[in-house]
Nanobody, 114 residues
Framework: QVQLVESGGGLVQPGGSLRLSCAAS????????MGWYRQAPGRLRELVAT???????NYGDSVKGRFTISRDNAKNTVYLQMNSLKFEDTAVYYC????????WGQGTQVTVSS
């Protein structure tokens, strides 16, 4: 069973950048399409970016052009580079497959505030 550990969140000013990491245990990780989700207070969890095992990416309209998802299968890690951050990007960020196949990790808090 793959376990997911997210890290890299923090407090950042609008316009700033952060890089999130999602470390996965288990050798099967590289076979799965992975995604980054976020959940803001009082809102449903939303999928913001996905990357296939071969590296093809897709983004939600709210983050397109600002966020970049990538992966290093040798390190069992998925990344989310977040640039030009906005107040509305404030949320807890999680990684998982698009079908939420794995158990959820604890997430990492991103707070965009001046």
């Amino acid at each position: 069973q793959v376990q997911l550990v997210e890290s890299g969140g923090g407090l950042v000013q609008p316009g700033g950048s952060l890089r999130l990491s999602c470390a996965a245990s288990g050798s099967s990780f590289r076979l799965y399409t992975m995604g980054w989700y976020r959940q803001a207070p009082g809102r449903l969890r939303e999928l913001v970016a996905t990357i296939t095992s071969g590296g093809s990416t897709n983004y939600g309209d709210s983050v397109k052009g600002r966020f970049t998802i990538s992966r290093d299968n040798a390190k069992n890690t998925v990344y989310l580079q977040m640039n030009s951050l906005k107040f509305e990007d404030t949320a807890v960020y999680y990684c998982n497959t698009p079908s939420s196949y794995f158990s959820w990790g604890q997430g990492t808090q991103v707070t965009v505030s001046s």
